[in-house]
């Protein structure tokens, strides 16, 4: 029973270009969060999207960034334009239901991103 | 302003003794508190959850009060090990909004 699998591991960008990061959830869990890390801070949240649909946005950067969970593969977070400032890790973490509540999360192993 | 707070500096406890991290939160009502380790390069993994009408949780060496008047939780692992070596952190589960409001970590380190 795999775990919430996120790849790559690590991600080199190039200031101007596209970043896609991807999160496949827990088998059975249809709800998905994204949190970015910078170094030496807490967990931010992202956003929260079920399968199709974002329910909530609010921890995401209003320009560059945006996030989708389609029906069939995994969720993507994308980030366009690059900047130094996005250099953190990404992670991903999915719950059996939702919000997350009275239960835990399931957290990836994490996606590094590094712009240069 | 909303905030969340864990000790800032890291804890250094001898093999053994009982280590203590605090995780003080001010302008929220959470309805439940959960406490995560977190490996370097590694993601968070749950460690135990607490609601807001019970004052103490256990699981075998862990511990875990919560105390919604002071607004203030405290994380207990006692006999600690070596291996208890990581950095924890306390997130705030908000009930509405599906999402968990982190602190920014303790990092324990447990001497031989």
């Known amino acids: 029973n795999a775990g919430v699998m996120q790849n790559p591991r690590h991600l080199v960008r190039r200031r101007g270009q596209e970043a896609r990061l991807r999160c496949s959830p827990m088998k059975g869990h249809s709800h998905v969060y994204w949190y970015r890390q910078l170094p030496e801070e807490g967990l931010k949240f992202m956003v929260y999207l079920q399968k199709e649909n974002i329910i909530d946005e609010s921890g995401m950067p209003k320009e560059r960034f945006s996030a989708e969970f389609p029906k069939e593969g995994p969720s993507i977070l994308r980030i366009q334009q690059v900047v130094r400032g996005d250099s953190a890790a990404y992670f991903c973490?999915?719950?059996?239901?939702?919000?997350?509540?009275?239960?835990?999360?399931?957290f990836g192993q994490g996606t590094r991103l590094t712009v240069v | 302003s909303q905030k969340i707070e864990q000790n800032s500096e890291a804890l250094n406890i001898q093999e053994g003794k009982t280590a203590t991290l605090t995780c003080n939160y001010t302008n929220y009502s959470p309805a439940y508190l959960q406490w995560y380790r977190q490996d370097p390069g590694r993601g968070p993994v749950f460690l135990l959850l607490i609601r807001e009408n019970e004052k103490e949780k256990r699981k075998e060496r862990l511990k875990v009060t919560f105390d919604t008047t002071l607004k203030q939780s405290l994380f207990h692992i006692t006999a600690s090990q070596p291996a208890d070596s990581a950095t924890y952190l306390c997130a705030l589960d908000m009930v509405s909004g599906g999402k968990l409001i982190f602190g920014q970590g303790t990092e324990l380190s447990v001497k031989p």
């Open positions: 973490a999915s719950s059996p239901s939702g919000p997350v509540l009275n239960t835990e999360a399931f």
